[in-house]
């Protein structure tokens, strides 16, 4: 489980192909690693993904072909930085909302324009995840936790602050960049409870 507040930004070093998936090395930055084991879970751009290797400040991850084809794993290149932040522990700050580390889809960045110093954004989600989200609810973007301002059908806007531009990969954001998607989990939960009920 993690909270969605991104805690470093990585670099991806290796990507080395392995009968059809993936394995991954990742610089973790200013992520402290000493903690770390092998086993543990790291989440990358909203993918909790478990750490196979360590050598000091870089850990590799392997990539399953179902997270290749459901995430942005697979278009991310040599040198790509990404969002990092370890598993929550007992204990921990719980700054941003529930987050699994299970990516629901890949939205797309509409539009982006100056709102005062901050940055207002505007994403596109695929159909079958829109009913999810709602104004001022919370959504996951790339492991980022964010609250949602307006919803007019598929699409939604956030706004965001100059810090989270300047320690996410958000401030990176173009019309077109393609983006992970986690939708609150209480809201999926809800909807399965009440479809239980008829």
């Known amino acids: 489980m993690f909270t969605g507040i ?4 990585g670099e991806i070093t290796e990507l080395q192909p392995r009968d059809g998936d993936l394995r991954l090395t990742i610089d973790a930055g200013a992520l402290p690693m000493a903690d770390v084991k092998l086993g543990d879970s790291i989440a990358c751009n909203g993918c909790c993904l478990t750490v196979v290797e360590l ?3 870089q850990f590799a991850v392997d990539v399953s072909v179902e997270s290749l084809d459901l995430t942005t794993i697979g278009r991310w290149q ?4 990404i969002n990092l932040e370890k598993a929550m522990q007992a204990g921990d700050r719980f700054g941003g909302h529930m987050v699994s580390g299970h990516v629901d889809g890949l939205g797309e960045v509409v539009s982006r324009h100056s709102d005062a110093r901050s940055e207002r954004f505007r994403l596109r989600a ?7 989200i709602a104004p001022k ?3 996951t973007i790339d492991g980022t936790s964010l609250t949602v301002n307006v919803v007019e059908g598929s699409e939604f ?4 602050i100059p810090h989270t531009l300047d320690n996410t990969i958000i401030g990176g954001y173009q019309p077109g ?11 999926r939960y809800l909807e ?3 479809a239980e009920r008829g």
């Open 157 to 160: 806007e956030i706004c965001i």
């Open 6 to 9: 991104i805690a470093a930004l």
């Open 177 to 187: 960049t393609a983006v992970n998607l986690e939708v609150d989990l209480v809201a």
């Open 137 to 139: 609810g919370s959504i």
């Open 55 to 57: 050598r000091g400040q």
């Open 78 to 81: 040599l040198g790509s930085r």
């Open 126 to 132: 695929p159909a079958a995840l829109a009913r999810y």
């Open 192 to 194: 399965r409870l009440l």
